[in-house]
């Protein structure tokens, strides 16, 4: 069950409640415009092995992240059963293919259609982010898995690695920003950012924002609320909301940020 906190503040797990199934691909909508969000939104796709349908983006920007969680989630909750991914991804994109590892960040442009081609034999999970969030049910279509005959496009940049990326350090932490108008996108920012032990100061930013628990135990607060997190959590942060990640571990705390308008995970206001 969600839990819904000062200001709009939403945290629920990733992969409660019914999922939406197209061929090898289950899709939990966990934010969007339907439960609040003004233009961000944030799902929980999973695909099995074999080749998925093709998903045809809409006139935003989706910015994806393959992740790796190496501990088995409850199946009794219909949850993702394994989110392992240790060999290769082949994500396809308008019939080009990309070979990528998890930790990795994806940029797909307006318009274009992907899809995962999953060698198994574990099923691959990627969190998705659009913005602005269409609203609506996705568009699925055959797969396109070579490119056209009169095809003379370049290869683009569309991937970027955690492990690739320098930290940047904001005093007792660091993030790593992975897509932003570097591979192409102007309107979103990704970043995967580490919070040592401990609370930090509230804050607020000026923007809406998604965020995915990677690693560690934690709580999060807006306001004078708050409520715990652990791998698999997911969090809606309205624009403007005093909030801040508490770190009530011994290890890091790591998650996944995805932002809208882009800008620099570095500014923010303390209160």
């Known amino acids: 069950m969600a839990e819904i906190l000062a200001g709009?503040?939403?945290?629920?797990?990733?992969?409660?409640?019914?999922?939406?199934?197209?061929?090898?691909?289950?899709?939990?909508?966990?934010?969007?415009?339907?439960?609040?969000?003004?233009?961000i939104s944030l799902r929980i796709m999973e695909f099995a092995p074999g080749l998925s349908p093709g998903i045809q983006n809409e006139?935003?920007?989706?910015i994806l992240y393959a992740i790796n969680l190496s501990s088995a989630m409850d199946t009794n909750r219909n949850e993702v059963s394994?989110?392992?991914?240790?060999?290769?991804?082949n994500l396809l994109i308008d019939g080009r293919t990309y070979q990528l590892l998890h930790d990795t960040g994806i940029y797909i442009r307006p318009g274009e259609t992907f899809a995962i081609d999953n060698p198994?034999?574990?099923?691959?999970?990627?969190?998705?982010?659009?913005?602005?969030?269409?609203?609506?049910?996705?568009?699925?279509?055959?797969?396109?898995?070579?490119?056209?005959?009169?095809?003379?496009?370049?290869?683009q940049r569309r991937t970027v690695?955690?492990?690739?990326?320098?930290?940047?350090?904001?005093?007792?932490?660091?993030?790593?920003?992975?897509?932003?108008?570097?591979?192409?996108?102007?309107?979103?920012?990704?970043?995967?950012?580490?919070?040592?032990?401990g609370r930090a100061p509230d804050h607020f930013h000026n923007y809406e924002e998604v965020l995915f628990?990677?690693?560690g135990q934690g709580r999060m607060w807006a306001g004078e609320t708050n409520t715990s997190i652990a791998p698999g959590s997911c969090i809606y942060l309205p624009e403007g909301?005093?909030?801040?990640?508490?770190?009530?571990?011994?290890?890091?705390?790591?998650?996944?940020?995805?932002?809208?308008p882009a800008g620099s995970p570095s500014v923010r206001y303390d209160v």
């Open 161 to 197: 690695r955690l492990s690739d990326r320098a930290p940047q350090s904001t005093a007792d932490r660091w993030y790593r920003v992975l897509v932003d108008d570097e591979v192409g996108s102007t309107q979103v920012t990704q970043f995967v950012g580490s919070i040592p032990p």
């Open 120 to 155: 198994g034999p574990d099923p691959i999970v990627l969190i998705s982010s659009q913005c602005p969030d269409p609203d609506r049910l996705p568009n699925f279509v055959a797969p396109i898995t070579s490119l056209a005959p009169d095809s003379s496009s370049p290869q």
């Open 8 to 39: 709009g503040c939403r945290v629920s797990d990733m992969c409660e409640g019914e999922s939406l199934t197209e061929g090898t691909l289950r899709i939990w909508n966990r934010i969007g415009r339907a439960n609040g969000a003004q233009a």
């Open 241 to 260: 909301q005093v909030h801040c990640v508490e770190n009530t571990g011994a290890g890091e705390l790591r998650l996944l940020g995805v932002f809208y």
């Open 213 to 215: 628990i990677l690693k």
């Open 59 to 62: 006139e935003c920007d989706e």
């Open 82 to 89: 394994s989110a392992r991914v240790s060999g290769w991804i």
